[in-house]
């Protein structure tokens, strides 16, 4: 009897986890929907090369958010808000946000205050504001 309750506990179990897993599937594949597909440096001279921003910033950050976020984002636009249309991946770990930050920070030799994090809502935002944390120490 306490068998065929831990197998119904663990099947329960299973099915919320590929039911959750399918609507954040979902809302990934709708999130890119319709967007063109850009290389890292295509991505770079259409957002950042008319400013001026240092190409290895743009290229590290992308890296960055790829690797913590485990998917392709080839389909990003500057303009991404974390607090919007991106915050889909903070549903698939709550503490992606600390990690970005943390990874950013090793990458560029910066420090980010909370108070900038949080500030922090772009892609444009965030390439930004390392290059601003470069320059300060320069």
Do not use: W
Not at 49 to 57: A, H, L
Not at 82 to 87: A, I, K, P, Q, V
Not at 117 to 127: L, M, P
Request: no cysteine; aromatic share 12%; charged share 30%.
């Amino acid at each position: 009897m306490e068998y065929l309750i831990a197998l119904i506990v663990f099947i329960s179990i299973s099915i919320y986890f590929f039911i959750e897993n399918k609507k954040t599937n979902d809302k990934l594949n709708n999130l890119f929907l319709g967007r063109e597909s850009l290389t890292n440096e295509e991505f770079y001279e259409k957002y950042f090369k008319s400013k001026n921003t240092p190409e290895y910033i743009v290229h590290g950050v992308k890296r960055i958010l790829e690797k913590e976020f485990d998917t392709d984002l080839s389909k990003l636009q500057a303009e991404d808000d974390f607090s919007t249309n991106l915050s889909v991946f903070f549903a698939l770990d709550s503490m992606a946000d600390v990690e970005i930050v943390l990874s950013i920070e090793k990458e560029f030799n910066i420090k980010i205050t909370d108070k900038e994090a949080e500030e922090t809502h772009t892609i444009r935002d965030i390439i930004n504001l390392i290059e601003l944390k470069i320059k300060q120490q320069a």
